[in-house]
């Protein structure tokens, strides 16, 4: 999988627009973009994927740039409960065999939404 | 649905003793896996199963044993608890291997001492 670099901590006021980056330089062609986020002592929880189309779910945006090299993970309007550490991860999808079946976790970027 | 489930939320082991974790999910999913996580670290995976008899080793194997005789619960064993399992462990659960979207429990923060 590809790596994954991302700001170690963000600080963002509440209500206004949270943009986490993340670089992955070495993403390949069938490698799509993860995020997960995981709020303090909680399991981690799935926000969206993508390959490389820009993605939107309910709880937030996904931007991809043209070359895919790097991504951008909107949440439209944070609240206090958004404070978390977020994971940008990069991966092979579907039922792919093989060594394709982890997630592999890094520091992620701690997220504090303030009031 | 009540999702990943898992039990007990916290444990304190002594050295040498053993225990296993439960894990339990509700969605019909094959693919199950067990992580754990180390303070200010991210996750790693110590086994994962594709289905029920399937298993298979991760990252971090040693000290661990894993079953699953049924689709839905997937328990992990320590074996002669050591205090560098002094841990939180996460299980999870999705639909396809790996690629596709993990949903993970509550998770199980235990302590060797």
């Known amino acids: 999988d590809a790596k994954t670099t991302q700001p170690p901590s963000m600080d963002c006021a509440e209500g206004r627009a949270a943009n986490l980056p993340c670089n992955h330089s070495t993403i390949s062609g069938n490698e799509y973009v993860y995020w997960y986020r995981q709020i303090h002592s909680q399991g981690p929880q799935y926000i969206i994927h993508?390959?490389?189309n820009n993605e939107t779910n309910e709880m937030a945006s996904l931007i991809i740039t043209e070359d895919r090299k790097s991504s951008t993970l909107i949440l439209p309007h944070a609240t206090l409960r958004d404070t978390a550490v977020y994971y940008c991860i990069v991966r092979v999808a579907g039922n792919s065999g093989g060594s394709n079946y982890k997630l592999t976790f890094g520091k992620g970027t701690l997220l504090t939404v303030n009031p | 649905n009540a999702g990943v489930t898992q039990t007990p939320k916290f444990r304190i082991l002594k050295i040498g003793q053993s225990m296993t974790l439960q894990c339990a999910q509700d969605?019909?999913?094959?693919?199950m896996y067990w992580y754990r996580q180390d303070p200010g670290m991210g996750l790693k995976l110590i086994y994962y199963?594709?289905?029920?008899?399937?298993?298979d080793k991760g990252e971090v194997p040693n000290g661990y044993n894993v079953s699953r005789s049924t689709t839905e619960d997937f328990p992990l064993r320590l074996e002669l608890a050591a205090p560098s399992q002094t841990s939180v462990y996460f299980c999870a659960s999705s639909y396809g291997l790996g690629g596709d979207t993990q949903y993970f429990g509550p998770g199980t923060r235990l302590t060797v001492l």
């Open positions: 199963s594709v289905g029920a008899g399937i298993t």
């Open positions: 993508g390959l490389k």
């Open positions: 969605m019909n999913h094959n693919y």
